[in-house]
């Protein structure tokens, strides 16, 4: 018995490891969700974080416990400084836009040799406990907790709704924004360092497009509206490709895209719907 | 009875559309005031214009004496004007009560890092904001039904809930964009009887009415516009009876007889 | 000299790939609200389905451009009711769509490198004119000419289509607001299928020449367009064909100037710094300006 679960926990452990990795990404695009933008830039704020944290640990030798929350503030201040351009164009083009960054900092990376080893990457021999990662992760989510029940929360939900409404009750829609901006990159900083200790190996191509679209998609998968949500949906994300592999490795790619789609289809407003919940109650109470 | 807004000279145009053409009139403080007109006259347009949705090409609006054309809504909003919409804009997926707490907005009363930290402090204002909007529900008549989701209620339901969402700011000046569209009379008594007692608390109320039976009944004066420009003021019974009103409203005489003919 | 103007032709000739790209992508964009992600996975099939019109059913050049054009066009109407139209009954918005197109982005993707067998084709020799063209001491190859005017023809067509047309009026009239649309007599859902015909043909024809003239015909052509053809949209602003086609047709000029004149490996960059400054200084393109917010 013991020995089938140690088997089990090797064949998982880093599934699980990346599945937490994952949420730290699904809930920078959480952040900005659900005080209404559609941003891909957390990608750009996890390589910010990544680079930097990592040139920290190697360079001026920070503890990994320090590195951690200076992650954290590069991406903070990159998204504060993201926030003060991209919260002038309407939500379309803001879209278009973090896309656009997010090509930017693959070019920069590739570039900016001395800080990210250019196309040979840079390999990080950090350890970091496995606990100690979980430990991180519920700290960010009781963040999030706390977040939502602040009236910040009940403020970013009326902008994202509908923020020409939420200016004449006199909630500020752009600062309010900016706020989701700053959560966002130090959520998004922390996630690129811990992946890097996660890979111990970064490079230009770790921190690409395809971590913006697939987070997109966990976050909506496992319901925008929640931020349980988007650790739901992180988690499902990564299991996905892992049970698509074990089931028809041959189209592991298909089945992940045509269970995306169906799901979407079906379940638009993901796995966590509070609003549903609620619509569903007051279905039953006469 | 000194004017609490002032509304001078305003005009407003989309492309080559104008909506509002040189618009003068004010709302005298404590009162209730009905703005009237004809559809496409261009109310609901003056109500954006008042509470900073969209910005006049030119002309002022005045509120005690501050202009505040060039303000953006959030601090028109802090000035003291709420309002509500035409066609009911809650948010969706909030319940009755988050509605009006997000109304409450403006006096939350604590920094984001306390009420983040949940400090004692910053706890004791939440509730007090939650039994602030309590009592908001009560005074609109939806008492007791704080944890519903709104967009599951009543269209005349949501209409109360929006009010009480725009008093969650409490305003010095009420704008109401046609409060009673789609009630029955006597649903629309009731928002009468409500407007008259925030009056009589001391609120400013403009309302933008198309049941002239309301008006008569609830506005102490009476603005009536058309194409744009104000066609008079006073009370509403001398507002009805100015013949350039009549026949906005009504069309001419001989329109109407025509009309009758058809039927 | 001749060396620059052979360079600025080669440019010109690999912009017109970008801007052809750029133009279905900012039409979908505008007319139907979606941020395809599915939209290069079109240029793949295409120069996939050119491919086998050569390889297997041995057809002229010609007809195999037509294959692949069709083939990318019938893919996207495919993709547009399978993956966006359920969504359209919802008002799922944005986002919505956005997922779905990620989701037939992975899935088209995937299957394009297995039909390619995981590796990448390219057309044989004596299928395509790959003959040169001389005029005067300045040689270009045929491919170039073919793909620059094929820009020059889309661009002028889409543009006269989409702002002088009836038909151009309703696509814009759905763009700005589909109820209001449906109420002045336009039926959006025919609107939404040829919008999503027209951008899968570009997309496709981008597809084509691109599979020829880089011999690349894999998944990873549709990707490569797509990176590149994104930035003019930017540039460009979607809304506006004009805008793409000058963009997508800069974009190309200055990669190659860049490589022959700077360096190899700053191409890329020069484009996104290029792309980075006009999201500061003019964020909605050089055409941008008009207030277009979808209601």
Redesign the interface.
Known sequence: MSDWFQDLWAAYRSTLGFAMVNAFFSLSTYAVLSAGILSFATVTYAAAGGFIGTQLALQAHLPVLLVLPASALVGALLAFAVALVFLRLDSHWMALASLALVLITRVVALNATPLTGGVNGLSVPLFFPFAALAGLLALTAVVFWRLSNSWYGIAARAVREDPAVASTLGIPPRRIQTIAFVVSGAVGGLGGMTLALMLQFLSPETYFINIAFTMIAAVVLGGSYHWAGAILGACVFTALPVIAQAVLPEFEKVLNGVALLLIMIFLPRGLIDPRGWKLRRAAKSP | MSDLLQVENLQKSFGGLTAVADLSFSVPSGSVTGLMGPNGAGKTTVINLV???LRPNRGHVVLNGERIEAL???H???RGI??T?QNV?L?????VL?QV???C??R?D?S?FA????LPA?NAA?RAVARHALELLEQVGMAGRGD??A??LSYGEQRRIEIA??L??QPRLLLLDEPTAGMNAQESDGIGRLVHSLRDGGMTVLMVEHNVRLVMDFCDRVTVMNFGRALTHGTARDCMAHPEVQEAYFGRRDDAERIRALR | MSLFIEQLINGCALGSLYALFAIGFGLVFATLGILNAAHGTYASWAAIAAYWAVDQLGLPFPFAMLAGVAGGAVLALLVDQIGFQPLRARNAGLLGALITSIACWIVLDSLADSATGHQSLSFPLPAYPSGMIHIGEIQFATMQGISIAAMLVVTVGMHWLIRYSRFGAAMRAVGWNEAAASLSGVNPRRVVMVTALLAGATSGLAGVLGGVTTQNVSYTLGEGLMLKGFAAVVVGGYDDVRGAAVAGVALGVLEVMAAQYISTSLRDGITYALLLGFLLVRPRGIFGGVAFTRA
């Open positions: 509470s900073g949705l953006p809504p959030q028109i909003a802090a709420a309002r919409y804009r948010f969706s997926g909030m319940t988050e707490m997000a109304g907005f403006l939350r604590t984001l009420s983040f930290l949940g910053a939440r519903d989701l967009e599951a969402r725009a969650g700011t």
